[in-house]
């Protein structure tokens, strides 16, 4: 009896076989494409052949790249056939490093907006009555939140700032996230709701504002210490989880608008249940591109307790439109607030609590054993650092798990810093070395409003902060030469989502370097295949090439020959991720 069944189920899985292999070499015979673009400009960002007329997809995939003649034998009955009239064609862009449902959710949970305010009017007290309107805003949660300001524009009023954010939210907890999202404003009702006094101890990777005389909390919270208060005020519940999917269909429709196929969310809070609706656009399939989660290593949880969450929440389908492959660490802070780790002492400190080296969410020691613990199951990390000191030690940590867990190989390993850009001469050859990605973002300067001296950031606070440093902080062309792979990202909505704004912004970041043509190639290498290999999935997409998705975009303009200055006004057309439209502009 048992032989019996034995052999007819062997009979059943052979004849399954068979009608498999029958159909893939029909196939293959007759390789029909459901779509072939033709009379395209396209630039496939594949050095073997980085220029063809016509692209063939089938399933979803890349089958004929070449010229005209060459697409005849993959158009049948069914072939739909789009005339691209010249237009420039390109691989989707890759953005390593964006906040989809956060920058999304100041429309649907974040609802008080100080961006337009404090660019327009410098000094916060005067802020209060507009403000105020805020308590009128529904909100699923029961907090005042907002954000958009600059911390400095709170250092130097004749009231602790808290009291300010008093007077306009008397009764309800408010806070407001900073513009780089570094430091929180918020009010005594917060502070208490989260029990931070006078007596409280700064957490790891955060201080807590106090004030010089009398040691009360001032009302800001530098670093990790607001991020632990955020969790109170968003801690999830059902209105919210609402609110959230709804920021992420929101974010969906804008990455495929400005052509990004591929999106890391670089911070996903999942103590607030941010990955849950994430999962649910999953299952619902209204996701518009390829999502990767970045969870968010938390620096006050206990290592043991967060690995195991960790690994519990990987998943890593190729084939799926949401991937959980990838760790986001914080190494330092930000220079302005002295919070970047660096080598050499501040030359200004700018609050109290500010220490000369900066500090550290993770120190060294810390990184290297999570990425050792973590690499195994196929996680990525992601490492935030700025400061010179910061980066070395990321560097150092990827060396160390390098030499813990010496027999991973390939896309076992692919882990990136970003931010890059503050690098000690002797640390730069290590990126190659280390075959460690180095993402940046080069939005944050305005280079058209340069000159009039409208730009993110403060130059002359910059010259003392930087007094005593002696590394480069303007590294990227070193690193680039070293041989090491340059990503670009957005680090939306810190700064502009739209890559050709930032391509064309390496022009300047990359002037003299090497001639303009070969920045813009480089430019569009960092924001496709270079990003694609930092999330390891440069076999699957990120040029155009046989086999590959086809993640594709069209632009209005032709960005190589177009008058350099014009880059950032080219559009997108259209949009296709694994060959379906998810975005096409309407004239
Ligand atoms: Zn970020």
Redesign the pocket.
């Known amino acids: 009896m048992k032989k019996i069944l034995t052999l007819s189920v062997l009979l059943v899985s052979m004849s399954n076989i068979l009608t498999t292999n029958a159909k893939t070499i029909a196939e293959e015979l007759k390789p029909t494409a459901d779509l072939v673009l033709v009379n395209a400009t396209v630039y496939t960002v594949n050095d073997q052949q980085p220029h063809a007329s016509t692209i063939a997809i089938h399933q979803g995939k890349i089958t004929y790249v070449g010229d005209r003649k060459g697409v005849k034998k993959y158009i049948g009955a069914n072939t739909s056939i789009q005339d691209m009239q010249k237009k420039l064609v390109l691989p989707g862009f890759q953005d390593a ?1 964006v ?1 989809p449902m956060e920058g999304a959710s100041l429309e649907t949970f974040i609802g008080c907006d100080l961006v337009d305010i404090s660019a327009k009017v410098d000094d916060p007290e005067l802020w209060i009555d507009e403000i105020k309107s805020c308590n009128d805003i529904p909100a699923p949660h029961n907090w005042i939140l907002g954000g958009g300001h600059d911390h400095h524009q709170l250092m130097n009023l004749d009231r602790l700032p808290k009291e300010i954010l008093d007077e306009a939210f008397p009764n309800k907890p408010a806070a407001f996230m900073e513009k780089s ?1 570094h430091s929180m404003w918020v009010n005594s009702k917060a502070l208490a709701m989260v029990g931070i006094t006078k007596d409280t101890p700064h957490p790891q990777g955060g201080k807590i504002g106090k004030d010089a005389k009398t040691g009360e909390p001032t009302g800001i919270l530098y670093d990790s210490a607001g991020d632990e208060l955020m969790h109170k005020a968003l801690a999830k519940t059902p209105k919210l989880q609402a609110a959230r999917y709804q920021a992420i269909l929101n974010s969906q429709e804008l990455l495929a608008k400005h052509g990004i196929t591929s999106a890391v969310n ?2 996903v809070y999942w103590i607030r249940g941010n990955l849950e609706p994430w999962l649910k656009a999953q299952q619902q399939n209204t996701l518009k591109a390829r999502n990767i989660m970045a969870l968010w290593a938390y620096p006050h949880l206990d290592d043991d307790y967060q690995l195991k969450q960790l690994k519990a929440m990987y998943q890593n389908d190729k084939a799926s439109l949401l991937r959980v492959n990838k760790v986001k660490f914080y190494s330092d802070g930000v220079p302005d607030l002295n919070s970047a780790a660096v080598l050499d002492p501040y030359g200004v400190l700018v609050h109290d609590q500010a220490e000369p080296l900066g500090g550290n969410y993770f120190t060294g020691k810390r990184l290297a054993k999570y990425i050792t613990e973590l690499e195994p199951t196929g996680f990525g990390a992601i490492i ?1 650092a700025i400061g010179d000191r910061g980066t070395r030690e990321a560097l150092n940590a990827i060396e160390a798990a390098n030499k813990a867990n010496p027999k991973l190989t390939g896309n076992k390993r692919r882990h990136y810093i ?1 931010h890059v850009r503050w690098v000690s001469e002797q640390d730069i050859p290590r990126f190659a070395a280390l075959n460690v990605p180095a993402d940046t973002q080069m939005n944050y300067i305005d280079y058209e409003d340069y000159d009039s001296g409208d730009y993110y950031g403060d130059e002359a606070l910059y010259d003392l902060l930087y007094a005593n440093n002696k590394s480069n902080t303007d590294a990227l062309p070193a690193i680039h030469k070293a041989g090491a792979k340059i990503v670009i990202s957005s ?1 939306w909505d ?1 700064a502009s989502i739209d890559p050709l704004f930032s391509i064309q912004n390496a022009l300047q970041e990359f002037k003299g370097a090497m001639p303009k043509a070969d920045i813009i190639k480089l430019a569009v290498k960092a924001y496709t295949l270079n990003a694609a290999y930092a999330l390891a999935q440069e076999k699957q997409t990120g040029s155009i090439e046989v086999g590959k998705y086809a993640d594709l975009i069209v632009l209005d303009q032709n960005i190589f020959t177009i008058p350099a200055t014009t880059i950032r006004d080219t559009k997108v057309i259209l949009t296709l991720l694994g060959g379906k439209e998810v975005y096409r502009a309407t004239k």
């Open positions: 490093h906040h999202s670089a911070r935030h970003t680090d810190v």
